[in-house]
């Protein structure tokens, strides 16, 4: 079956970490890879790897742009290179999958600059069940 041709322009709806566990994301991206490394060992033609792995990269922009928004729950002892480096994945993947938007309308630009301005870093951050806040206190979330 050769399937359809989809756009892929909302990434992450409700992928805080309290709905959205570390595991699941980490499980979610090797099955990806997984996937990822079989459609580049497959007798397909270029052309339809190609086609293939643009949809998968679409697939695997969700968990990459969770684990990058959610970087600082997940890992807080994570280093600034670390998450550097999740958000160029992210990024990357992004552009090979030819995604220009996120999150239903954002331009990826103004997405990213959204996830590190202070409007999106006070949100509530939720680490071991319960919800945190570095700019707020626990009344005011």
């Known amino acids: 079956m050769e399937g359809v041709d ?71 002892n994570g280093s600034k290179e670390e998450k550097e480096e999740a958000k160029q994945e992210f990024i990357v993947k992004a552009d090979l999958s030819g995604e220009t938007k996120a999150r239903e309308a954002f331009p990826l630009d103004k997405y990213l600059h959204w996830v590190e301005s202070e409007d999106y870093l006070i949100r509530p951050i939720y680490k071991n069940g319960s919800t945190i806040s570095g700019e707020r206190s626990e009344s005011e979330i």
Do not use: H
């Not at 643009?54 to 684990?67: C, E, H, I, K, N």
């Open 6 to 76: 989809v756009s892929f322009q909302t990434w992450g709806n409700e992928c805080s970490p309290e709905i959205l566990p570390l595991l699941v994301v980490q499980k979610g991206l090797s099955l990806l890879k997984e996937g990822e490394k079989e459609i580049e060992a497959s007798s397909l033609s270029e052309e339809r790897k190609k086609t293939l792995l643009r949809r998968l990269y679409g697939v695997m922009t969700t968990p990459l742009s969770a684990l990058y928004l959610n970087f600082d729950a997940y890992f807080p």
